[in-house]
């Protein structure tokens, strides 16, 4: 492969011992991937609970951080700060505790941006199209190569921190044009994509990463005016149920003004078509026990399903985390308003949008109402420390859902609604949830 006079320099240890030891990484890496070279990335991304002597070895002799880098979320939905007040069991908290400050001192040292969140961009990562980057997290890689057209790989942890302390990464995937085209044409079928909920892109997204696996995909429906926090919910559990990398959205993906520069001019290898039972089947994968789905009432636009839904022990919120315009939401439902003190509300935000949350007022309300708001893994991943007296839990991802249900080995009973009908599961002893539309 070829190496920069710069790549041979680091790859003999003039940089330090830490930055060789990246650099090895990232040259056995291409080789087995048959990378031909390293490219500059504009920036990374990391998880940060890397095993604390791997990560005192990969920076050893490292003063500074060439690209800009930040930090994933806490995982497990472990907050430093509020654990307690999230019911997370003592014990697990004490042995995690020490090594997470550890962490934290040596992020600072180095210039590790300690962000804590599953999408950078939210808080000031913002790459141009075409940059190359190194992310964790496979929701934040299939967005911002869907609606920045940056270029990132589904590069796991060991990958991205050598790639944030030496500022280089294998030329390969989808770094290529070749592997950035769309393969499967997704439209809709007697469906507006533009005027369902969150939570029903969010369940069309997770039939969608079934069917079409590890090929990249262009939806053909959705308009531009649709916001970013929609747009998350339909790709983000596209890696979830599959290993989609690229969801071209014509006219909103850089790379997709029209169907010929999504497909790359070739035929589409599948076609799918998303309609009112697709939708159906999709949510009712996450139906809560004791809950009753009515049949399709109306083909025409309006109601489609109805679902009363029992009382819940726990709501967790944040999976992708939220934006001040949700928190903003959030707020508003929980006005004078408390959740019982045997239930858990649990919200997944930046730290920097819980500052300017805070700021704006929403914190007080939601804090007041018993709600907790934690900078950490709303999935739960890995270790899902869900407090012990919790039998049912409500949220408005199928990532959340489906990541809940198979870390707890499906104990737990875990639904899936919109926010309104997450809230009020917590505060009435009968809600129903919002109508499926079209």
């Not at 490219?39 to 690209?67: K, R």
């Not at 079409?212 to 005016?225: E, F, L």
């Not at 025409?300 to 029992?310: E, I, L, S």
Request: proline share 5%; aromatic share 6%; charged share 15%.
């Amino acid at each position: 492969m070829q190496l920069t006079e710069t790549d041979q320099a680091y790859l003999a240890g003039m940089a330090g011992p830490g930055v060789q030891k990246c650099m090895q990484i990232l040259v056995n890496f291409s080789r087995a991937f048959n990378a031909p070279k390293l490219v500059n990335i504009a920036s990374a991304h990391i998880i940060p609970n890397i095993p604390l002597g791997l990560l005192e070895s990969l920076t050893e002799g490292v003063e500074t951080l060439p690209v800009m880098t930040t930090l994933h979320p806490h995982m497990s939905a472990f907050c430093p700060s509020t654990w307690s007040l999230m019911g997370i069991d003592a014990q697990y908290a004490q042995a995690k505790l020490s090594d997470v400050k550890r962490r934290a001192k040596l992020f600072a040292e180095k210039g590790f941006n300690q962000t804590y969140t599953c999408y950078p961009a939210m808080v000031g990562s913002l790459p141009k199209k075409g940059d190359y980057v190194s992310w964790i997290g496979s929701g934040g890689q299939v967005l911002v190569n869907s609606t920045i057209g940056a270029r990132c790989n589904r590069d796991g942890a060991l990958l991205t921190l050598a790639a944030a302390i030496t500022g280089r990464s294998p030329y390969y995937g989808l770094f290529l044009d070749s592997n950035r085209r769309a393969e499967i044409l997704v439209t809709f079928d007697g469906l507006d994509p533009n005027r369902l909920s969150k939570t029903e892109l969010s369940a069309i997204g997770y039939y969608l990463g079934a069917q079409a696996k590890s090929y990249n995909i262009v939806v053909d429906g959705i308009d531009r005016d649709l916001g970013m926090d929609y747009l998350k919910q339909i790709m983000i559990p596209l890696t979830v149920t599959g290993a989609v990398g690229v969801c071209h959205v014509l006219g909103v993906t850089p790379e997709a003004d029209t169907l010929k520069d999504a497909l790359g001019g070739l035929q589409p290898i599948k076609k799918i078509s998303v309609d009112r039972e697709i939708l159906r089947h999709s949510l009712a994968l996450y139906q809560p026990k004791n809950s009753a789905v009515a049949s399709l009432l109306s083909p025409q636009a309006g109601v489609t399903v109805r679902r009363d839904v029992a009382p819940t022990d726990m709501v967790v919120l944040g999976c992708p985390h939220l934006s001040i315009q949700e928190i903003r939401l959030l707020a508003s439902l929980l006005v004078e308003r408390h959740i019982p003190n045997h239930k858990y509300l649990w919200i997944g935000l930046a730290h920097q949008q819980y500052q300017l949350a805070k700021e704006m007022g929403y914190v007080a309300t939601i804090e007041r109402a018993g709600g907790v708001m934690a900078s950490a893994c709303m999935s739960t991943i890995p270790d899902s420390p869900i407090p012990s007296g919790v039998n049912s839990v409500m949220t408005s991802s199928m990532k959340a859902a489906h990541y809940i249900s198979q870390l707890n080995q499906k104990r737990l009973s875990v639904g899936v609604a919109d926010v309104e009908c997450c809230i009020r599961s917590l505060l009435d002893s009968t809600t129903h949830a919002p109508q499926v539309t079209a």
